[in-house]
Structures are given as structure tokens and as C-alpha cells.
């Protein structure tokens, strides 16, 4: 499975900005993703585990919003950042766990587990 990025770039103190995640590859359909601000981290900015089940990090949540699309041969993972302040800036990372066979439970291991598929990352730089 493979992970392309899109949607980063400059914005400023108040605006909006959507990153999308592509998944190119996988052959199952079953998996938890999320999106980070770091590699190999065990803190998601928001994820969607393998049940549908949303989590946010406690700090983020009310500004930012999680959310995938299923069609016959893509799926995709979307995060939508409301009123973006300069503390936002960052590089975001699209990361995957396929829980296939192990069941959801796989799910922990999303971000900080070898098992975690990362895309190139989206530079999303906030100026006031």
C-alpha cells in the first residue's frame, strides 16, 4: 500500500486548509488511519480506526475534522483545519495500519508501530 498526500501549503492565522490521503494499493480495506504531526508518534491529530470510531487529540478537536470516502476502487482521508493560528505549523503525515488479519485491535499500533504505512508528508506553513 502506498500513501500520496495532497492539499499542504501557505496560509494564514484564521483561514482554512483540507489535506487529503489517497491510498493507492491496498488489497483489503481494512485498516485505521490518522494524521500526524511527526513520523513513528504515538499521538494522532485525528484518526479513524477500523470500526469508523473518530478520535481527535484533545487540543485540536472542535477546529479540525476527520473524515474518508469510500468509492469502488479509491479511498480516501481528509482533514479539514479550521482557524489555523501559527502554533499549527507544521509538516502533516498520512499514516495506515492494515488491521487485516489481526483484527481492530491492530489499530494500536497506528503511528508509533513498524506496521505503519507513511505518506511524503504536506508542509502546512501558518503566518500571521
Known amino acids: 500500500v502506498r500513501l500520496v498526500e495532497s492539499g499542504g501549503g501557505s496560509v494564514q492565522s484564521g483561514e482554512s486548509l483540507t489535506l487529503t490521503c489517497k491510498v493507492v494499493?491496498?488489497?483489503?480495506?481494512?485498516?485505521?488511519m490518522g494524521w500526524f504531526r511527526q513520523k513513528k508518534a504515538r499521538g494522532a491529530v485525528a484518526r479513524i480506526d477500523?470500526?469508523?470510531?473518530?478520535?481527535?487529540a484533545d487540543s485540536l478537536e472542535g477546529r479540525f475534522t476527520i473524515y474518508e470516502e469510500k468509492s469502488k476502487n479509491v479511498d480516501t482521508m481528509s482533514l479539514q483545519m479550521n482557524s489555523l493560528n501559527i502554533e499549527d505549523t507544521r509538516m502533516y503525515f498520512c499514516?495506515?495500519?492494515?488491521?487485516?488479519?489481526?483484527?481492530?485491535?491492530?489499530?494500536?499500533?497506528?503511528?508509533?508501530?513498524?506496521?505503519?504505512?507513511w505518506g511524503q508528508g504536506t508542509q502546512v506553513p501558518v503566518s500571521s
Open positions: 499514516g495506515l495500519v492494515e488491521v487485516w488479519p489481526y483484527g481492530g485491535a491492530w489499530c494500536a499500533t497506528l503511528g508509533y508501530g513498524q506496521s505503519t504505512t
Open positions: 477500523s470500526d469508523g470510531r473518530k478520535r481527535y
Open positions: 494499493g491496498n488489497t483489503h480495506r481494512d485498516y485505521c
